[in-house]
């Protein structure tokens, strides 16, 4: 259970209004929700507090009863290893791993052994069709390859919050469909929170709901299917 | 984590390889050139240390004196002293060999004495036709022409019992036999001993030893010894401890050696500074990387222990691949030039390459620290860093603000200038390579404001590539930084070696330009092996047809018992004694004083004086100093001080017709000839030959001995010119990697310059014009760097190193040459890899950000 509570954020250099404020949120496992907005409005810094990369001004983040907004910056650090997964519009693989490398990344900051992330790591990028890629590297792979890795990357250790930023946005509308549809299907057998920012309406559909982000908090833009 | 860091930073190492290999070739050659400067001298300084633990035995005391020796009459006295309990009389000599062209320590010993001090000297009689040892062995050796050669002797000369080896006396040959061996002598050590009777006899010594070895009554201190003997020996001959005479030879082999292992430290440091650049630079292309770990939950002191461990595995491999080299050079080494690096300390030394573990493993961590210094800077910038804000692109600039340091840099420079003040501890500048070391900090730390200053102050132009470096820069000078460090400390190093050695070089050119007026020199050996020219040798050689005039030099050893009034640290260390005409030659190159004393009979007797001997006995010109000649003291007044490269145990010139008067020895070890105008020196030197021996003689031209001394001068800073090289190689790489990964790193910058309407050459202009910029920064301080520590090496640490002034010299042309190829390789550089940087598509660079 996610529960965001009248999130502030403001940046010492934004003038009287803060970015937002009154941004309140909950989810229950499973859930997901795609966040819409004009650029510039703080998505991706609205991401950023709720993953600890970014400090708020005001209000709480509880994650499973667990207040996220008291923690330090190392205590953040070690729960996003264990209960958050990202995607990223950039991919942000690393170049000089393979992809089994890259997806088992995680599970090494978590300790596991090598054998076992890497038994790990394959089954995942099995179940996003790239099986038999495993030992490529990065640089050999088409944009929709990549945000493919980078989704088994995210959800490899089975985390508990799934954050991403315009994961679609360096794709073509066709990658993009596929993309997201395995990305969901994924969330879902996880049992998944996920929040997604997007431009797209498209992408938005595959959601449970849309919101909109103004700087007086989410409001419902949910459209009728 | 452990196997999150092997991969995640290791792999990365392994990704740029090229900036890897560099980095770790810096390093492992800083650490091989320390690590084999250290070996070479700690298996010499071995050897030389088991010699004279072998040539001292048991010896508590001993009497020393002049080169040439002292009245034997000394011995019985010193035996019957209640406070000696055995004592051993030694003649030591260096034995010409004439048909080798080579000399043979020689020592006289007595044969019944010698084991109770110094039993390894005891020769072990063999007679090769009784096919068996001698059945009156010991009486064998008391035969007058009874040689016994050491293993290591006999090896390298190739002789074994019942051969015959000629030695010289004067310009005459005697024959001895080799008549069986010293087996206590160790491997290393070549050296022959027999009768002191015999040797005195042979070598026109009789009555003369030069040393007496003491072991003292039971409950005698050395010190009370030395107090209780110490008056009641002649001038000249000081009681030393054995630990002290043999200081006299590691005294002046350790400045030599201190001054390489700090060139090597700089080398390492260089190394270091190497890592710096790559690392800083692989930090600013990794941002998004990092900020991308931290999102995923690597905290910062996860990232800032896992860049450490890259700089740490650099230095690691870095050192191994040094150690090893290390261990070949020495092998090399001992094989080409032999155990003294060329500087002729050890003669006669065969030293043997060692494992050396803690030595190793102290360099071994030198390198591990390079590499982890290195990386320091780096990793802390990466751990700083906002993950949120790296996450979008574009912020790599952020890495380059560098704040001046100014303040930091003045500190370091003030403090650099207060290091040149104290005196050396231990006869070893440590605060002159302080100084060193923080007028090098200082520079770099002055880079960035020095940027900053600069930048803008340069002409504005109308060219856009011109604007856009520039702006650049003046935006970034912490770009500078990256790329300037490692160009300064090299540039730094490069330049105050060359002034030094070109300095040092012209100094001694000069030097001996004035010390040899003569036309043609002749000697019998060596002046410290056992030839000479005896009076009637020399009024021969003057007679020759062609010989207008004669000069005769004669080199002896003096020992003063007390330095400003002082029996200890030094006193009794022997300084070298020249006796040659002055006033008529002239010839000697002073410093102070004059050449032309006032003369007359209530006028005391005039000496010259070396730099370090004023150093030594703390004299000044006109001041009054006795000196024991002849083992009688004299009075002497300080006419001149003379600089001299040849001595740095300190020298003392006087008169020849002074010294004759005062200790009737008229032995002449190096006669200059001046020749009758138009006369060619070989028919002269024929007929030297046919007057004393075809053999016997040594003669040489002043052109020749002047281009063999600077070869000597040459060999002997070879190692200093190859450090030189390497720190060259080492910028040149620096400056090849660092632009390269600049260009690399900043491959999105340029692909929006593709898009904005650049041409790609356009683009490896504009590259290229940076990187000589920031170059001819980092040159500009490096040279102002250089010139700076190269004062401090003359002026401070050469002075209290070797006692010894030299004239500054500037070798500007090749300094401007070196200059220009810096940068202009730094633009080459950039350009080639800006080149490699475009060859990825623009749109793809770009599209990556978001
Ligand atoms: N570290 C920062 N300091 C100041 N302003 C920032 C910072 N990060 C983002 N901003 C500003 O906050 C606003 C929201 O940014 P962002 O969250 O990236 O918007 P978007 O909704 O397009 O994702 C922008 O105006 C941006 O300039
Ligand atoms: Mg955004």
Known sequence: MLAIENLRKRFDTAAEHPLFEGVSLTLAPGQSVAVMGESGVGKSTLLNCIAGLESVDGGRIRLRDQDLTALDEDGFAHLRRRDFGFVFQAFHLLPHLTLAQNVALPLWLLDQDDATADRRARAMLARVGLAARADDWPRHLSGGEMQRVAIARALVHEPALVLCDEPTGNLDPERATGVLGLLFERIQDAGAIAIMVTHSLAAAAHADRTLRLTPTGLVDATVAP | ?850
């Open chain 2, 1 to 850: 984590m452990s196997s999150a860091l092997r991969h995640v930073f290791l792999a990365s190492l392994w990704r740029r390889r090229l900036a890897t290999t560099l980095s770790l070739l810096a390093i492992a050659l800083g650490v091989a050139l320390g690590l084999t400067v250290q070996l070479i001298h700690s298996a010499a300084l071995d050897e030389f240390g088991r010699g004279i633990r072998l040539l001292n035995g048991a010896a508590d005391l001993q009497a020393l004196g002049p080169r040439d020796g002292f009245s034997d009459a000394l011995y019985p006295m010193l035996a019957r002293s209640p406070a000696v309990d055995q004592a051993s009389p030694l003649l030591e000599i260096e034995a010409r060999l004439p048909d080798r062209d080579e000399t043979l320590k020689l020592i006289g010993i007595d044969l019944f004495r010698v084991g109770a001090v110094t039993p390894a000297l005891l020769p072990m009689g063999e007679d090769p036709d009784e096919r068996a040892p001698a059945s009156g062995g010991q009486l064998d050796a008391l035969r007058p022409d009874a040689l016994f050669l050491s293993p290591a002797a006999s090896a390298h000369l190739g002789l074994g019992p019942g051969d015959r080896l000629r030695v010289q006396v004067g310009t005459r040959e005697q024959t001895l036999r080799i008549a069986g061996g010293v087996p206590g002598a160790g491997v290393g050590q070549r050296l022959a001993v027999m009768d002191i009777a015999a040797a005195q006899q042979t070598f026109e010594r009789i009555g003369l030893i030069t040393r007496v070895d003491l072991r003292l009554a039971p409950g005698v201190s050395r010190a009370t010894a030395q107090a209780q003997l110490g008056d009641r020996l002649p001038p000249g001959v000081a009681l030393l401890t054995p630990e002290d005479a043999s200081s006299e030879t590691l005294g002046l082999s350790r400045a030599y050696r201190v001054n390489l292992t700090m060139l090597a430290a700089i080398a390492l440091l260089t190394g270091g500074f190497l890592v710096f650049s790559t690392q800083w630079l692989a930090v600013v292309r990794r941002r998004q990387e990092f900020a991308f770990l931290r999102a995923i939950g690597l905290d910062r002191a996860e990232l800032r222990r896992g860049l450490l461990a890259e700089g740490g595995v650099l230095g690691l491999i870095g050192g191994l691949l040094g150690c090893l080299l290390a261990y070949l050079l020495t092998a090399l080494a001992f094989a080409l030039i032999g155990g003294d690096l060329g500087a002729g300390f050890f003669r006669g030394l065969a030293p043997q390459v060692q494992f050396e573990p803690i030595l190793t493993l102290i360099y071994l961590a030198l390198g591990v620290l390079a590499g982890l210094g290195g990386a320091w800077l780096p990793a802390r910038e990466a751990a700083r860093m906002v993950p949120a804000r790296a996450l979008r692109a574009g912020d790599e600039a952020e890495v380059y603000r560098a704040r001046p340091r100014w303040r930091t840099a003045l500190a370091a420079l003030a403090l650099a200038a207060l290091c040149c003040l104290p005196p050396p501890i231990g006869g070893v500048p440590v605060f002159g390579y302080l100084a060193v070391a923080l007028i090098l900090t200082g520079a770099i730390l002055s880079l960035p404001g020095t940027t900053a200053w600069a930048m803008p102050r340069l002409p504005a132009g109308r060219s856009t590539l011109w604007r856009l470096a520039r702006a650049r820069l003046t935006a970034a000078p912490g770009q500078t930084v990256v790329a300037g460090a490692g160009v300064v400390a090299s540039v730094a190093l490069a330049v105050s070696m060359a002034i030094m050695v070109d300095s040092f070089r012209g100094s001694v050119d000069d030097w001996l330009t004035r010390l040899l007026p003569a036309d043609l020199y002749l000697r019998a050996s060596d002046a410290s092996a056992s030839g000479y020219l005896d009076a009637e040798a020399v009024a021969r050689v003057a007679a020759l047809p062609g010989v207008a005039a004669v000069r005769p030099v004669r080199f002896e050893t003096l020992r003063l018992r007390e330095i400003g009034g002082e029996t200890s640290g030094e006193a009794g260390h022997a300084m070298a004694l020249i006796a040659r005409q002055v006033r008529a030659d002239g010839g000697l190159p002073l410093v102070a004083g004059t050449l032309q004393p006032p003369t007359g009979p209530s006028v005391p007797t005039p000496v010259w004086i070396s730099e370090a001997a004023a150093d030594r006995l703390r004299l000044g010109v006109g001041d009054a100093v006795t000196l024991p000649l002849g083992e009688q003291p004299h009075g002497f007044q300080v006419a001149g001080i003379w600089r001299d490269y040849a001595r740095q145990q300190g020298s003392v010139v006087i008169e020849i017709a002074d010294y004759r008067a005062l200790t009737n020895d008229s032995r002449t070890n190096d006669l200059g000839l001046t020749l009758t105008p138009g006369t060619a020196p070989e028919p002269v030197m024929a007929a030297i030959r046919a007057t004393l021996g075809e053999q016997q003689s040594e003669m040489i031209l002043p052109g020749e001995l002047r281009t063999m001394v600077l070869e000597v001068f040459d060999r002997t800073f070879l190692v200093t010119y190859l450090m030189e090289a390497v720190a060259i190689l080492i910028g040149l790489f620096g400056i090849g990697t660092t632009f390269a990964a600049l260009a690399t790193s900043r491959r999105k910058e340029l692909g929006i310059l593709r898009h904005l309407g650049l041409r790609r050459r356009q683009v490896g202009t504009l590259l290229a014009t940076e990187a000589a910029l920031s170059a001819l920064v980092g040159v500009a301080i490096g040279l102002l760097a250089g010139g700076a520590i190269a004062l401090v090496l003359i002026e401070v640490v050469n002075r209290q190193s070797f006692r010894w002034s030299m004239d500054l010299q500037l070798p500007i042309g090749p300094l401007l040459i070196f200059s220009l190829a810096m940068i202009l390789l730094a633009a080459i550089a950039a350009r080639l890899s800006g080149a490699q940087a475009m060859r990825q598509d623009a749109v793809l660079a770009v599209r990556e950000d978001w």
